[in-house]
């Protein structure tokens, strides 16, 4: 009999798996989908390539991709690694296979990141020269009840395993669980914790703060374990911490810190602190939940201002330990429908779960598994496997695009199905996740706090209309809305502190989603995204659609200076950056080698401090000054470039224009790295540079102007812009919060002073 099922299991796999080479096959999603799931396979020219989720982000590393293994290796491990023969005889373990490769890195001036399963965007798991694939490390190392009755245990378990196979493995091994999860259970635990992952439920804070301890391998191959201090336990201060880091040895045993500080960072470090070997988690006995779906009318007035959540919504929202969530279809329907006071309504399906000891109403494993609806115990057919392919939604999206105004009723016949009449009852991952990551999303998420939940939801769902009503631009997918409690870790989007000084203590992500094939979706996020910044400052989600800058992180997260010290220590020279890291401003946070900047202002009219954080702490001027004017329109001369100044030593100035709108202008300094000087508002600007040629061609690469310089009116022209300036090792980027998008790039002159 189980023979039987499992084989039934197989065919209905595979037959699941086959709707999605069909889909590709008949052409029907956008290009880059429709050649995904083939090229997954290739490798070009012997150089590995690592996708993303969704095949959308590629990455090739230059030098090599790495695998660490838990078998004990006795080989170099990248091109290019001579280890001594001793080394290679005794054999590696794969915490050792990780430090040595980091430490190959970091003597080689390479770059290098660890990436999961790859289930983001923004380019997080991008890297230049080394990619560590973690996926093969999966083991559970120790697992140790922590009081006498059992019911709390810390797990720990290597970075790379799959949260799918760890969930079922402590509760069938210890009878644990974790407090809550996210909808989909594909990622790795280590890429989890690195972009604060989270579900839903006002008493549940995000997945990064489920972990006590982290295992990892830092700057130059050095091995350490940050522990989260209990109640009343020594805290180490973060002078002490520097200290014996610096102090280190390559070889050492792990050293051990315990500190909140260090902690607080490391918990959300997206790969760019160092490469996480292990994660010790806090877990508790394993419960079920009892979820009910419940379809429901939203109104959404004449007047969206007076767009309001319903009051149901609101109070199930603050039940105590309910994991509450909904789904919007942002698209009322058209025509004559129209409720008791005259407004159109939008269609809405709720889900609450709570805590139960009843036990699950179908435990069979054709339910559990293959998600059917073949008994009264399931969860319906919208969970079905075969219906979540691409190639259905694809085919939804098909017909939204020829018949636009049939999509809202699509999108409510689907949630009407997702919505289920009784109450099902299972174990709580397999009622937290409902999708197995069949269906390719692009999907974008921002954080706000739950005070702000009905103006940020109205504005989405008014831009939302607005771009289909515009640009017939539409997506299936309703917005989903989840709540989650504030915590303490410094990059967390849910993080309690506010810019402007006040606290919030419940915060809500409100994603929009889009399915592949729908049109201009990054130019969707992006208006989305300057909204909700420009008026709630909105955190956007690290791992989804986001435009983030250094400028908005710097106005989002209050205690970045504090998660910038821990980055300065453990990515001391680098290592780990990316492009990333790049985008979002870090890589300016290292000093460069010669010298640092301490004094940054502006000039002329203005008069005032810039705000610009990452250049103004006590270090050496050391020399020259560069400044950045505003004004005129050219681009930038031959004479200006790098070699002339790096050649003349001594005093040099550089004056550069920018026009009309914020800019960042970057800049090549002799370590190598870019840095971005500031972000001006049509002014001028004193930027001190340093004495031996602060701005110089690096010797590897051809031609690098020190700034660079463009002008374009478009938004596609934008990016075109900026990838440019990185391929010429400089940058330059947009920086305006307004929601007047395309907005036009500054216009920069440099000279010679
Ligand atoms: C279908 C789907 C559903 C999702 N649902 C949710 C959800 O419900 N809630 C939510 O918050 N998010 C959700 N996400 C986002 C997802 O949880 C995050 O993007 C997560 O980081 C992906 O983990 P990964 O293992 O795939 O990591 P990757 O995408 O491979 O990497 C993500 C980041 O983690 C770093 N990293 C990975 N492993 C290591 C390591 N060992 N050491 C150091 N750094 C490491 C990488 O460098 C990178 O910066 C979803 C994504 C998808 C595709």
Redesign the pocket.
Known sequence: MESLGNALKSIYHTLSRTCNIVDCCSGVRSCNQFVFPCIRCCSYGNRRVFY??DGTETVQPLVDYFKPSNKVAKMNLVKGMSLPKERLRIGLTAVEQIAEVVRYAHENDLRL????????WSK??NVRDILID?RDLTRIVRASPQNTDGSIYHIEVQ??KILHDFVREIDSKYGMSLPCM???AG??I???I??S???TGQDYPTMSNFVIEVHMVVARGIQIKVRLPKNGEAEEDFESVTRRVEAAKFGDPPLEIQSTEVFRAVAVG??SL???YSVTLECIPVFNIAETRQYIDIEWPEKSEEFRIPEELRALSKGHGKFFSFFVNPFPRGGDEKNENGNRTLKAVYLSGEKTLETGTCQCNMCMDMQCFTCTGCRGQSACQIVQTDCSASCFQMITRFMPCSLAYFADCGLQQFARGKIYIQRWYNVLTF?N?NIHVKTAEYCVPLSNLDGALRDILKIMQQYGEMFGSYTLLPVYVRMVKADDLYLSPANRNRMDGSTSDRFCFIEVPFLPGAYGIDEFHKKIEDHLYANYKARP?W??NNFLNHKRVQQLYPELEKWKQIYLLFNRDGTFDNEFTRKCGFEDFHPTDDETVDDHRWRGEHGKCCSCERLDSGANTGGADVNVECGAQSRIDDRDSGSNLSSNGGSRTVEAVVEDVRAELWVKRDSGRHVSPCSCDDSTLRIPMGKSGAIVQQPTRSSLPPLFVERTPLAADMREVVESAARHGCGAESQQGSDTYPHPLPTVKSTLV
């Open positions: 993303n989720y990141r660890a990436v999961g399963s790859g289930a983001s997080l798991t973690m970075g790379g996210g909808n989909y990622q790795t280590a890429g989890i690195s972009t992952t989270h579900g997206f790969g160092g490469v996480i999708t990551g989600h791992s989804k």
